[in-house]
Each structure stands twice: as C-alpha cells, then as structure tokens.
C-alpha cells in the first residue's frame, strides 16, 4: 500500500481511535486510586477473599475444561461423523447466550424441581449460593474457548504423525500421550487462558447463580452501588492486576519463540 | 506373502474398487499409477488406517483386515517422512521398541547396525526440523526398519528428493532390502525406480489395479491404452556408459551420476526435451544439431520427431511454440535437455 493513498491514512486515524477507545478508560481506571487506597483495599478481607475465589473458581473451571473437554476436541478435531457440525455448535452455545440467561438456565436443572437437582441434593451438592455454582457456571461459559482452541490445536497435528506411531505399535492411548499430546500442549495452556479470561471476567450469570459466596465482579458492582465509583475502582484494578499477571505467566509459557514451537 | 483379496475402501473422494494382489515374501513390489490413483489410500488401508468396506488383507497367512494397525506388524513410511518434530533422531529411531518384546543387546545391535548403514550416527541428537531431507529419509527408514515390521510400505520415498540423492537411497533401499527379510511395498512414479528395485509391480488407475507383473511386462506390454499412456517415457535408447557419459550410438550423452553397470538404457522424457533454433545459453549440457523428420498433432500439443545423426529424439511443444519458432519437417533445430532429466536403467 503507498504511503500517500487516503486509504493508508484513513487506517491509521481509525487504529488510533481503536487502540484509544481500549486505553484511555482502562488507564484512567488502573490510575485514578491513589496508592495509598490501593494499599488499604489489599488490607482489606473482604477484597482479598473475593479476588481468590474469583481466580480460584476460573481455574477450576479451566481444570474441569481440560479433563472434559481435551477427549472431546480430540474427536471433534480428527472425525468427520454425521452430525458433527451439530455438536460444534451445540459446543459454541454458551458463547452466544446472554449471561443472566445462563445462570438462570443452570439454576433451572439444580433446583428441587428438577429430576437432576433432586439427586444432586441426596447427594449434598448444592449449586445456588455455593462456591460449587460459581464453578459450574464458569465451566458453562468458559468450556467452549478451551474446546475451540485444543481442537484447532489437535487439529495442526498432521495424522500422518499418529499413523506413524500407530503402525510402530503404541495404541491409541500411547499415541496420544507420546505424540498428539506433546505436540498439541501449547493449544492446550491457549484453550486453558481462553477458559480461565472467559470464566473471571463472568458476572451475569454468577450473580444470579451465586451473589453470595462473593466473586470479585460481584463485589466490585457492589461497591460500586453502595458507594460509588471510587470506592469501587481500587477492587477493579487489583482484579485486573492479578489477572494481568496471571495470564502473562501463562503466555510466555505457552509461547517461548517461534524455534521451539 | 501380502494377499489382498476384493479389497474396496470408501474414503472422501478415493474409491478402491476390488483390489486383488499378491505379493511374495521378501519381495520388493512397487505400485505405479498417476497422483490420484489412490496409491496412498491402499498404504493406508495395509497399515489399517483407513476403513475398509469389503474384502480381505492377510500377511503372512493371517487375516489382518480388522486388526489395529499396531498388531499388524506392517510399518508406513510417508512421502514427508512424518518424524516427530518434538523428539530426537535417535529417540525418533527408537519410538516403536517399548512396545515390541525385544532384547535389549539385539536392539542395541540392531540400532548400532542401522545408524551405520543408514550413516545417520552424528544426527542423533538433533531434531528433525534440523535435518535435510536426505537425512530425514534416512531417518525415517531406520525408525520404520528398527522394530522390524513384515511388511514396510514406502509412500514414494525418493519423490521429495535432490536427483543426486536420489540415486544414493535407492541403493541404499536395495541394500536395505537385499539384508532383511522385510517385504517392501514402495509406491513411485518413477519407473527408472521401478526398474531398479522391483521384483514385481503394479499400476493403478482410478482406484483399481490395471496390470500387475514384473516392471519390464509392464513397461514392454502394456495391457491398456492407460497403462501405455502412463509408461510414455518415448525415448529409450540403448547405451553403453563410462563415468558420467553415455554412448548412444554415435551421440556422447552426459548423464547425472555413475551408472552401476557398464551398459544399459538412457531414457528422456519428450517433455524434458527443449527445441530451439539457435543454441540456448543454459545450464542444460546435452545439446545436439538435429533435422525435423516428423510432427504429430496431439490435440494440445506437438510430438516433434527430430533425428539427430543415428538417433531420434521425441520431443513436446507445444503449438504456440512450434508456429513461434516455425517448426516444420527439414527445419534445423537444437535439440537440448538437462542432464538431470536423463534416467538411466
């Protein structure tokens, strides 16, 4: 494209708007408690509490992803079966379904009047209120970003690797340990970010599932009713500090330069 | 012995339809047939990595159409050689061994005497995205050969190539074969290949086996107008070697690499074979003064017989070229080919 063109400047003027629409509120956000706040919405227990549940309750969803859904997306990702685009899209729902919708979907199967929720309550699993429906939750929506990613992952593993191994003899298990495993790992830790961004930036569907035990989201809405803006802004920026940190450990893991990869 | 007996597989758009085949043990077989034949559907099929609809694969007398690809005992080896990028060469080489009882001082020899044979002892710690494609060959023949399958089916090994390694592996594959008693089942388009390496062959077209036979039957009585279309290597000429030339009659023709035996067959493409009027200033080192002595129209193009002192070559040009050039019978022209494009048998 020549430098000159209208088209080339127009794009520039547009990106600019872009990058400045993300920023300006996220740095006006992260810079306008003073630290002295900061330090004292950290002492804070409450606080504290609710950024764990949060980050512990996304990575129990990723977990659960990761057991469920590796299997799944290694189907998805080497079959072709009647039926098939069915399930993918069955697979993307969550994605697509407005929050509040999903908490209230959940809450439908959990509840006493449902077949499921009754032999949930013999077996003393609750999902309204508990931490357990935080995580149920946050697996609905964030499984579907882990399924995605592992099978296009799985899917840039050439075949022709498993067939090799399978005619040296490893099984299908041993197949899938020794090759299509290690060779897939990094879209396996993508597909686990993917999950664990989807599932900590929840709040529609937890708040109707679970207000209480608090997640940061929740919380932070709170503050933000009952007391304003800057008494809300401080939890707002430890989230995002720690999510921050949190997802940048787990990206360089999964992309340590392109000769390794 | 290989024995597939009505073989038909429904895969995407590949349709085999009742492939018969028997091959002897130890044999080394070789399937020819156009890209698209469905040569590498029926590897798959053997190695039982595809599904079969109807009829029988058995080695060595035993029924194998529904076993796991893992107990069959018949190893794959594919034409980008399928190493796994995240191990090393030697445990590339050694992937198969956990899962075959074997003594451990046996395998150790048996891998010493691989790595030698196959020269591949200083790659052993690097990876394969390191490799050339010669090494990665190499490599991929002593994974396959170390567990020491029945039946090893090759997907057109050499086709991915450098010419000049070309030749250096089909030794090597002949050498493999002499020392073992593995079956070899290779798929080629080449039929310099083919000669060399074959002790019975096959052509496929279309999901079906055409001919089967020794690779000359073949090459010399082609049962089908297909199969003489898909041999159409036009120029054969007779020849008598020393080093890097070939005498064909009274023509000194340089060829690529050293020839095994003294006297033989040259073979050119008549698509490798360029006309001009004047001499071309290019790397091709075969160029010879010749007479038009015939052209005959083959729809698109042009099958120009040119006589070049004792010798006649046939080459293709197409028409915009021939009217280019004005090519007409008497018309001097150069005729000009690379040394690369000259097989010899």
Redesign the interface.
């Known amino acids: 494209m020549a430098r000159r063109e209208p088209f080339y400047w127009v794009s520039v003027s547009c990106g600019i708007v872009v990058l400045a629409f993300i920023l300006l509120p996220l740095v006006e956000m992260l810079t306008a408690p003073s630290s002295a706040m900061l330090k004292e919405t950290l002492h804070d227990k409450n606080v504290v509490q609710s950024i764990w549940l949060s980050v512990y309750t996304a990575f129990a969803a990723a977990g659960i992803s990761f057991v469920v859904g590796t299997p799944l997306a290694y189907v998805l990702a080497r079959s072709r079966f009647r039926g098939k685009h069915l399930i993918e899209s069955i697979i993307d729902l969550p994605i697509v379904i407005p929050h509040p919708v999903v908490g209230i979907a959940i809450l439908g199967v959990a509840g006493r009047n449902h077949w499921l929720g009754q032999i949930m309550s013999e077996l003393g699993i609750r999902i309204m209120g508990t931490t357990m429906g935080i995580i149920a939750v946050l697996t609905f929506v964030g499984m579907p970003f882990y399924i995605n990613a592992l099978k296009s992952g799985i899917e840039a593993v050439s075949p022709r690797l498993e067939n090799v191994s399978r005619s040296l003899g490893a099984s299908m298990w041993g197949t899938f340990a020794r090759i299509t495993f290690p060779l897939a790992w990094r879209s396996v830790l993508v597909g686990i970010i993917m999950c664990c961004a989807r599932a900590i930036s929840e709040f529609g569907a937890v708040v109707v599932v679970a207000y209480h035990p608090m997640i940061a989201p929740v919380l932070i809405y709170e503050r933000y009713e009952a007391y304003g803006l800057k008494y809300s802004q401080p939890v707002a920026v430890w989230l995002v500090l720690v999510c921050l940190t949190l997802f940048l450990v787990l990206r360089v893991l999964a992309l340590p330069g392109k000769k390794t990869a | 012995m290989i024995e597939i007996r009505g073989l038909r597989v429904h895969l995407g758009e590949f349709r085999l339809r009742d492939i018969d085949l028997s091959i002897e043990d130890g044999g080394f077989f070789v399937l020819m047939g156009p890209t698209g034949a469905g040569k590498t559907v029926l590897l ?1 099929a053997i ?3 595809v599904p079969v609809l109807g009829g029988s694969i058995a080695v060595g007398g035993r029924d194998i159409t529904r076993s ?3 107990k ?1 005992g ?5 034409q ?1 050689y ?1 190493l ?3 191990l090393s060469i030697e445990h590339n080489i050694t ?2 061994l ?3 009882r074997h003594d451990r001082t046996a395998a150790r020899q048996r891998f010493g005497r691989l790595v030698d044979d196959l020269g591949i002892g200083h790659l052993l710690h690097r990876h394969p995205e390191t490799l050339s494609g010669g090494e990665l060959q190499r490599v991929a023949l002593a ?2 050969l170390m ?1 020491e ?1 029945r039946v090893i089916l090759l997907d057109e090994p050499l086709s991915a190539l450098d010419p000049g390694f070309r030749e250096d592996i089909r030794l090597l594959l002949k050498q493999l074969h002499r020392n073992s008693h593995i079956t070899f089942f290779m798929v080629t388009h080449d039929f310099s290949e083919a000669l060399t390496l074959a002790t019975s062959a096959a052509v496929m077209h279309d999901g079906a086996i055409v001919q089967t036979g020794t690779v000359r039957d073949i090459f010399q009585r082609p049962t089908s107008s297909f199969v003489a279309d898909f041999v159409g290597m036009k120029n054969i000429l007779p020849a008598v070697f020393d080093s890097t030339t070939a005498r064909v009659g009274e023509l000194s023709i340089e060829v690529p690499h050293l020839h095994e035996n003294s006297s033989g067959y040259v073979a050119i493409r008549p698509e490798d074979i360029v006309l001009s009027l004047d001499p071309l200033e290019s790397s091709m080192r075969n160029s010879f003064v010749g007479v038009i002595r015939g052209i005959v129209d083959q729809g698109f193009l042009y099958e120009v017989h040119v006589s070049v002192r004792d010798q006649v070559f046939k080459s293709l040009v197409t028409k915009g070229s021939a009217v280019d050039l004005g090519l007409d019978i008497g018309t001097d022209v150069q005729v000009s080919f690379k040394t690369s494009a000259v097989h010899m048998f």
């Open positions: 798959e190695a039982g990595l796991q690809p893992e069959r018949v190893g794959i080896m594919y980008d399928a796994f990028p995240h992937f198969g956990r899962y075959h994974r396959a567990v399958p």
